[in-house]
């Protein structure tokens, strides 16, 4: 801008000077044909960007998906740490202590800040009403002990150790959100079943996603009577209320098997109950996009059915199907536990927030003892931010919007 | 047209007879039957007085056949009407579930009311305003209905209304108005008990809708016409509701035939815990059991439902959706 | 041949003196002095009837000998209970106990509708039954009856067809029955059968009478050919024999046309969610004061989910309620107690042990089966339960630890036999286990089986309750002291029950014997290898039941010897022999611990409406023998009209004292 000079215009008092240029300013500088198509710096970043890169910047537009995304992310990194993080092992139980309220942790000491503690419990029996009275006694301080050897856990079950985040002083104890019936730390456990109640939902998303992507491309690419028959079959599986087949398919999970494969064969059920939704959008989206030109272009150049559908069809969505698959896992999660109130759910030892729900499911829990039915907040929690980072991801998920 | 009506028809028989042996296999998947759990239970608690009478029972209804005979005597039983015999309730399985229709359909229609009253405000507020503060609020308080586990909530719910408001716990009336005539204590007593069931099931659907409406609104919103309108001038509510709205509650005429059929089987968890009379604790039971004839017939009555909704709420698509009739029912 | 009559609880009549054989059975209460009651008074429910001429008055609608009870009440009132599904309308005739002969609170048997029995020598049983006495529709209740059902109903091979039941055929032999006169009846067999008269008695007895002349028009032989295709037509059932089957719910309860001689009579029709019970206006018993029993007017059960029944209970919807609450409610129970104006009472319910674990002798697996054969293992096992800690931990300390045997209320009781091998004895424990053999150990300590894997029992139970699991959470931790792994499978129960029975499963658990009150006048079967549901030695038991067609003869020594106990038992009428062949059974049974038992005597939250009068402050609460509230005579419970203080006089019925 700076090679601008001003040209001033002729006078124009006589008439045949009337056709001359008028006041004008002249770019000094040399001809350059790409002048126009030239960007600054930051448009030549969003014009090369992948879609990937742009779903990502429209995400991060998205302050609500963001935060959710944050805390999906700590509580996934925190369930491959559970054994560290939980004060107590998971089946660790103190007859002395069952039913016992939580204990808060206190930084102040008369006005002072100290080391965090928490208060023991003086412990009374009262036989007339049959009822177990914990009551906080303030002189009894118990301060938390950080990075410290507590109860023995194999991590991942494989490697035997026994270093805490934070454990009970000695002869103390540490009951953050109280304990269950048989003096169980709440807390501790809620941490180990996030382990299970998470999971469940990846895998079980993970073999919709499969049988939706598979089923779903067979009826949309081939069309005819392949997708007719497809079609049908969907509407029967879809017409089904889920609850008689979660019921029959859990009572055939033989006797004999292991918690552990319990589990997967639960993923497998909750898998196999939603992928009717993604086939559908799978096959409509095919069958719009294989009337395009790059499809053509493929199967002139000779590639299988499989790679068409895998390699080109499939990429052009991938990232709506990836919202509709995060948007997939809270349902999981709750069928899970709606499994475990029938009491179809995953067999102990293991624990997972649908178990501690169920086992939290009568009266006496309600009116009583609360604070059992802690774990209702974590699955609102992981519910909420699934959704919400699922919606996020769905409109960023069309850049182009 | 004609000829995608008699097309669908067709196709319907086969989609039942193939869900009827599907609900077949379900129910007979656990092993054993209704007989032989009954009889086990009844020997776990020593009451051993009618063990001959259910024996009985067992060889006159052919339990004793093979699994496909047994399909097809309930099968062609079905074809006549006659839906079969419950032995849980020891009474024909129309009787047991008659009863139960009526309550059934009050709590899943008022329970679809207070769904469609909730999300369409948030929906079109949340469409209007994406991304402002209270948008984010707003569907917040949507979703909270989805993300809590509703047999939770709805103990507590009945906790806290029996603590606070005196109502008597579960049940959609107090016990002594449950034989007596219509009257308006009792209808007062049913609203009392209704919008415990009604919040807990109808929560957890007002998330979807509010989705799904803020979606579609929001793509009708962008679209030239809207934009057309509103700079000639057009008021914005009035450009709001009388085009965009209208497109955007296409999908809700066409989901209403499958969604009475979600509501009757998502309310079942829900009823359980509240012992509602109506045809979730039913199912249950039924299933739990395996009364064979009671499960199958009533989710057979289930499906089919399900099945004729679709087939109606394709053919009213068909007919408000100019688009859709002159392609002849290709779906989308 | 001695022979002894049984009479009721009422008005002294003749009795010849015995010599030799005491009886079992002998008359209970004391007497109501003199002659009988005073003048008798109109119910109150029936006065309108009466005066308009529909009902006939109370003097002829009770028998000429009506059974006379000593107890005063207010006739009046309706009482309300909570129950979980239809079909628990069956209950009514649990509670409602008006039996043959019935069982008084001290758990002795006693004639009720009956006026006498006369035993013989234990095998022949001659029934008197009273004068006048009608049926709840005002038919006249006659030996008719028992023939109609004897020859009829339970001869006739398309109504029974597997024939007369169990109890009624000892070794076999089916019993004579004749009828003396239209108020007399009687069975006779030439061996002595001490199962009659208890099954008569059984909260789910076996009804040897039924309604005859509701049930004739629905029987082949004497209804109308097609009045009778009409009626099955219209009950969409498949032949006259399901209808009359359907319609003969003598114990089922769901006909409200059925005659009974119930206190309260069905008047709903199923389906319902709420069941009505009016009082049987042509009832037998009648109070010292000339009152017509039942006190209460009317019962209503109302239908709700099990689950949420102990918080309905506890906001006042119930005025008598045990089913469907547990020990765990009872916190909550006696929190709400003042505001919704009833009391809670703890009863002692009846099994020998709560929770008890069965060593499958019959099970598939050679290895395991050499070891829990072998007495020392079995015995170790039980040394390394922690049966203090269990009781602590989910009872409160309140239940009665011990083995799976007898309960101290029984009169047969010894502490030797539920203290042996129950004491808390890791010491103990692992050095039996090293005498049998097991002395080598794997990792983390967990001993091997002799073929070389690691000693994990699987344990298999049904989850039906849902202190199974924690219960065997307890136990894990402390076998694996001894170096046990125990791992706890939870299954159906169909198939819990094949699995066991099939010898797949090693060791189960399930509630401990059902009689801990057991007197020498109780079938000891629970004991010896009578039975296919007793989960330690299923095979064997099936081999009994079915004569030898089925299953395995006992091969331990100690087996046979209880089931040749058993037989003894069986065999004979004296109660001397019965109470002699009892403690031997005992003996074996304490030492072979063939059930590890845990924790019995646990208690029942009753509870029960302020206004609830004539109900025993404690109680026994047990199916067999007690039927539930059935030995208190629920007949008898009265309701104070007005609303307001707690009862100060627990109970000043028939029971104030319990064992």
């Known amino acids: 801008m700076s090679d601008l000079t001003f040209v001033p215009g002729p006078p124009r008092d006589r008439a045949e000077d009337a056709a001359a240029p008028l006041p004008h300013f002249v770019s000094t500088a040399p001809y350059d044909p790409y002048a126009v198509e030239r960007m600054t710096p930051a448009q030549e970043r969003f014009y090369v960007a992948s879609q990937w890169r742009m779903v990502w910047w429209k995400l991060r537009r998205h302050r609500v998906a963001v935060v959710a995304g944050a805390i999906l992310l700590a509580m996934y990194v925190g369930i491959t740490i559970c054994e560290f993080l939980a004060p107590y092992g998971v089946d660790s139980r103190s007859t002395d202590f069952i039913y016992a309220p939580p204990q808060p942790v206190h930084i102040f000491y008369r006005g002072r800040l100290v080391a965090p503690y928490v208060l023991g419990f003086d412990y009374r029996l009262d036989m007339k009403r049959l009822e177990r009275i914990y009551t906080p006694n303030p002189k009894k301080r118990q301060t938390i002990r950080f990075f410290c050897h507590g109860d023995r856990y194999e991590f991942w079950n494989l490697f035997p150790g026994n270093l805490h985040l934070a454990c009970p002083a000695h002869g103390g104890q540490l009951f953050l959100l109280g304990t269950d019936r048989l003096g169980r730390d709440l807390m501790s456990r809620m941490i180990y079943g996030a382990r299970v109640s998470l999971t469940v939902g990846l895998i079980g998303v993970a073999v919709s996603l499969t049988l939706g992507i598979a089923i779903g491309g067979i009826a949309g690419y081939y069309g005819g009577w392949t997708d007719i028959l497809i079609q049908r079959a969907m509407e029967v599986i879809q017409s089904f209320p889920h609850l008689p087949l979660w019921m029959a398919l859990s009572a055939i999970l033989p006797v004999s098997w292991s918690p552990l494969l319990v589990y997967f064969g639960i993923t497998l059920i909750l898998g196999m109950i939603d992928w009717t939704h993604l086939a559908r959008a799978v096959r409509s989206k095919l069958l719009a996009l294989r009337e395009e030109d790059f499809c053509t272009a493929a199967v002139l150049m000779g590639a299988r059915p499989v790679r068409v559908i895998g390699r080109h069809l499939l990429p052009s969505f991938t990232s709506h199907l990836i919202a509709s698959a995060t948007l997939m896992i809270p349902g999981m999660i709750l069928g899970e536990t709606a499994l475990s109130f029938l009491g179809l759910g995953v067999r102990p030892p293991m624990t997972s927030w649908g178990v501690l729900l169920s086992d939290a499911q009568n009266i006496n829990v309600v009116a009583l003892y609360p604070w059992l039915l802690a774990p209702v907040g974590t699955v609102i929690l992981a519910v909420l931010a699934f959704n919400f980072f699922g919606d996020g991801l769905r409109d960023a998920a069309d850049p182009y919007h | 047209m004609l000829s995608y009506i008699v097309h669908r028809i067709l196709i319907m028989v086969p989609t039942l007879i193939a869900i009827s042996i599907v609900i077949f296999t379900i129910i007979n998947l656990p092993p054993g039957n209704y007989f032989t759990t009954y009889i086990a239970e009844l020997q776990g608690s020593g009451e051993t007085a009618d063990l001959a009478k259910i024996q009985f029972l067992e060889k006159e209804y052919g339990f004793d056949r093979p699994l496909w005979q047994q399909y097809l005597y309930w099968a062609g039983g079905l074809l006549h009407g006659d839906l079969g015999y419950s032995f849980a309730y020891d009474l024909p399985v129309d009787k047991v579930v008659g009863d139960r229709m009526l309550l059934t359909a009050v709590v899943s229609i008022t329970t679809i009311i207070f769904t469609y009253l909730v999300a369409f405000p948030i929906g079109i507020y949340s469409a209007t305003h994406q991304y402002s503060i209270s948008d984010h609020l707003l569907t917040l308080l949507g979703f909270l209905g989805l993300a809590t586990p509703s047999f939770l909530l709805a103990l507590v719910l009945l906790y806290l209304a029996n603590v606070y408001f005196g109502i008597s716990i579960g049940g959609l009336m107090d016990p002594k108005y449950l034989d007596q005539p219509w009257s308006w204590p009792k209808v007062v007593s049913l609203m009392e008990h209704i919008w415990i069931p009604v919040i807990v099931i109808g929560s957890a659907g007002t998330a979807a809708m509010i989705r799904r409406l803020r979606a579609n609104l929001l793509d009708e919103l962008q679209k030239q016409y809207v934009v057309t309108a509103r700079a000639k001038g057009l008021h914005p509510l009035k450009a709001l509701f009388k085009y965009p709205l209208r497109m955007a509650l296409n999908p809700f005429i066409s989901d209403i035939g499958s969604l009475l059929p979600q509501v009757i089987s998502g309310a079942a968890i829900v009823s359980v815990v509240m012992s509602l009379p109506t045809t979730g604790p039913m199912l249950l039971s039924a299933l739990r059991s395996q009364d064979m004839y009671l499960a199958g017939s009533f989710l057979m009555f289930m499906a089919s439902l399900t099945v004729i909704g679709v087939f109606v709420s394709d053919l009213a698509l068909a007919l408000l959706d100019p688009r859709i009739r002159l392609q002849a029912g290709r779906r989308q | ?659």
């Open chain 3, 1 to 659: 041949m001695s022979s002894n009559r049984l009479d009721p609880p009422g008005p002294p009549i003749t009795r010849r003196a015995f010599v030799g054989h005491s009886l079992l059975l002998s008359t209970v209460l004391s007497a109501v002095p003199g002659a009988a009651w005073a003048a008798l008074r109109e119910t109150p429910f029936f006065a309108d009837a009466v005066a308009g001429d529909k009902l006939p008055r109370v003097a002829d609608r009770i028998p000429a000998e009506p059974a006379i009870v000593d107890t005063t009440g207010k006739a009046g009132g309706e009482l309300r209970m909570l129950m979980a599904t239809p079909k628990d309308v069956r209950m009514m005739v649990v509670y409602g106990y008006a039996r043959l002969v019935g069982l008084t609170p001290s758990l002795k048997l006693a004639p009720d509708i009956l006026k006498a029995v006369d035993v013989e020598a234990g095998s022949v049983f001659t029934l008197h039954l009273r004068k006048g006495m009608r049926w709840s529709d005002g038919q006249p209740f006659t030996a008719e009856d028992f023939r109609y059902w004897f020859e009829d109903v339970a001869s006739n091979r398309h109504l029974s067809q597997s024939g007369l039941p169990v109890d009624l055929l000892p070794n076999g032999e089916k019993p004579r029955f004749e009828v003396l006169d239209e108020t007399t009846v009687r069975y006779s067999w030439s061996r002595p059968n001490p199962l009659f008269l208890p099954d008569i008695a059984g909260p789910d007895p076996l009804f040897i009478y039924c309604p005859s002349h509701y049930l004739k028009q629905f029987h082949q032989k004497y209804a109308d050919k097609d009045q009778l295709a009409a009626l099955v037509k219209k009950a969409r059932v498949r032949n006259w024999a399901a209808l009359h089957n359907k319609l003969d719910a003598m114990y089922k309860n769901d006909n409200p046309e059925l005659p009974s001689l119930q206190p309260w009579i069905l008047k709903t029709k199923p389906p319902a969610e709420r069941f009505i019970f009016e009082r049987n206006p042509y009832y037998y018993r009648v109070d010292k004061e000339g009152t017509q029993l039942p006190y209460i007017d009317r019962v209503i059960l109302s239908l709700a989910d099990s689950r949420i029944i102990p918080a309905k209970t506890a906001a006042g919807e119930t005025d008598l309620q045990a089913r469907y609450l547990s020990f765990d409610d009872y916190t909550f129970l006696r929190q709400s107690e003042d505001r919704n104006h009833f009391d809670v009472r703890l009863w002692r319910t009846g099994p020998g042990s709560q929770f008890a674990l069965y060593p499958n002798l019959n099970t598939g697996d050679a290895v395991w089966r050499g070891l829990l054969r072998d007495l020392r293992f079995r015995r170790a096992l039980s040394l390394a339960v922690n049966r203090h800690e269990i009781n602590q931990v989910i009872y409160f300390g309140l239940a009665i630890e011990g083995q799976n045997t007898i309960l101290p209320q029984s009169p047969l009781y010894r502490p030797a036999y539920r203290n042996a091998w129950a004491r808390y004895d890791l010491g103990e424990a692992n050095r039996l286990l090293d005498l049998v053999g097991l002395t080598q150990r794997g990792s983390d300590n967990v001993r091997l089986l002799p073929d070389g894997r690691p000693m994990e029992l699987i344990v298999e139970y049904s989850g039906e309750e849902p202190e199974e699991p924690d219960v065997l959470e307890l136990i894990r931790d402390s076998w694996l002291h001894i170096g046990i792994r125990l791992f706890s499978k939870p299954a159906q129960l169909t198939l819990f029950r094949r699995r066991v029975f099939s010898g797949e499963a090693l060791m189960a658990l399930d509630k401990g014997v059902e009689n801990g009150l057991a007197n020498a006048a109780s079938s000891p079967w629970e004991f010896a290898p009578t039975s296919q549901q007793e989960l330690e030695w299923p095979k064997w038991g099936q081999y009994y039941e079915t004569k030898g067609r089925a299953g395995e003869a006992p091969d331990l020594p100690s087996a046979v010897q209880l089931r040749d106990l058993f037989n003894q038992w069986l065999g004979t009428a004296s109660p001397d022999d019965q109470a002699a062949a009892w403690h031997q059974i005992l003996q074996i049974w304490a030492d072979e611990v063939f059930s590890i038992g845990t924790v019995g005597g646990v208690l029942q939250p009753v509870v029960v409406s302020d206004k609830l009068r004539n109900i025993p402050e404690k109680g026994i609460y047990n199916w067999d023998p007690g039927a539930f509230f059935g030995i208190y005579k629920p007949d008898q419970f009265w309701l104070e009209p007005e609303a307001g203080a707690k009862s100060a006089a627990a109970g000043t019925g028939p029971a104030a004292a319990t064992p």
